[in-house]
C-alpha cells in the first residue's frame, strides 16, 4: 500500500474554496479516500449516501464512487484530514478485506480523539524519509484493520497522547490568533520543556514552528480561493509584516505567496474531475 497523498484542510469557508472541495471526483481503480472530519456543519456524499457531519466522523470512499463535501455554515467552518491510499495487487489480504468488508454507504463513528494519530499520519507520510512513510503505512494498516473488524476500542484513541491532542486542537483553533508557547502551556497545565519535548518526540519539531507551519497551510488556501492582497492576508495569519510572512512562505514552499497563487489557481483551473484535493508540501 502506498499513501499517495495526506493533507489537512482547515476552516473551509471560502466561497472558492468551498466550490474546490464541494465538486464531486472519484478515484481510480486501487484508490482508496479516507475522510475524518474534526468539526463544522455540512454533509459529506458518498455515492448516493448523503450523511450529517460530526466532530470524529470517518468516511472511505472506494475506487469509482464519487464523493463530495457541502458545506452549511461559513461560521462554524468545516476541518478535516484526507489521505489518499494506493492498495497494489500484491496487497491482497489488504484488497481483499477492503473490498469485502468496507462498507463506504456508512458513517465511521471513531471519536474525536484521532487528532494526533492523523497528523502523525501526515507528517510521516509527507516525509522525505523512506523509513517514515513505511511507518506511515504500516500504521494505517493496522487502523483499517481495527476499522473492518469493528473493534470496539477504537473510539478510545490514544490516551497516553492527550496532552498532544489537546495542543493540536488549541493550535488548529488558533491560527488567526496570536498566541506563544507560555500560553499554550498554560492551558495545557504542563511545562514549556515538557511540551517542547513531547512534540521533538511526536511530530520531530517544535510547538510554535508546527504553529507556523499550520499558518503557512492556511495561507496557501487563502491565495487560492480568495482575492485577498498578500498583506491581509499576513495580518490574519498574525505575522509581523507581510515581507516576514513572504520570507516564511518562501522558506516552506518555495515560492512567493503571488507566485505561488498564479500557478495553483492555473491548475485548479485545469484539474480533471477525477483529481484529488491539492495540497502542498510543507515539510
Not at 472530519?37 to 470524529?56: K, T, V, Y
Amino acid at each position: 500500500m502506498n499513501i499517495k497523498e495526506a493533507v489537512f484542510v482547515y476552516h473551509l469557508r471560502e466561497p472558492e474554496e468551498m466550490q474546490w472541495h464541494s465538486r464531486f471526483h472519484y478515484h481510480g481503480s486501487s484508490e482508496y479516500e479516507i475522510h475524518y472530519f474534526l468539526g463544522g456543519q455540512g454533509r459529506f456524499l458518498n455515492g448516493n449516501q448523503r450523511f450529517i457531519l460530526e466532530p470524529g466522523s470517518l468516511f472511505i470512499s472506494p475506487p469509482g464512487v464519487k464523493h463530495r463535501i457541502e458545506a452549511s455554515d461559513t461560521e462554524d467552518p468545516i476541518s478535516y484530514y484526507a489521505l489518499l491510499l494506493e492498495v497494489d495487487e500484491e496487497d491482497g489480504e489488504l484488497r481483499s478485506l477492503l473490498e469485502q468488508e468496507l462498507n463506504w454507504q456508512r458513517c465511521y463513528r471513531i471519536g474525536n480523539t484521532y487528532r494526533f494519530f492523523f497528523e502523525e499520519l501526515r507528517e510521516k507520510a509527507l516525509s522525505t524519509a523512506d523509513y517514515m512513510q513505511m511507518s506511515a503505512v504500516h500504521q494505517l494498516v493496522s487502523f483499517i484493520y481495527l476499522l473492518m473488524g469493528g473493534d470496539g476500542n477504537l473510539r478510545q484513541g490514544n490516551t497516553e497522547n492527550i496532552h498532544i491532542e489537546k495542543a493540536l486542537m488549541y493550535m488548529q483553533n488558533s491560527v488567526f490568533k496570536r498566541t506563544n508557547l507560555t500560553n499554550l502551556a498554560r492551558r495545557l497545565r504542563i511545562s514549556e520543556e515538557h511540551l517542547i519535548r513531547l512534540f521533538r518526540q511526536k511530530l520531530t519539531t517544535t510547538p510554535m514552528k508546527y504553529l507556523t507551519k499550520l499558518r503557512i497551510e492556511a495561507a496557501t488556501s487563502m491565495l487560492i480561493s480568495s482575492d485577498m492582497y498578500v498583506y491581509q492576508i499576513a495580518e490574519r495569519l498574525q505575522f509581523n509584516s507581510e515581507f516576514h510572512f513572504s520570507r516564511v512562505f518562501k522558506k516552506y514552499t518555495g515560492r512567493s505567496p503571488k507566485h505561488y497563487r498564479n500557478l495553483y489557481r492555473q491548475l485548479i483551473g485545469q484539474s480533471p474531475e477525477h483529481e484529488s484535493i491539492l495540497y502542498i508540501n510543507t515539510q
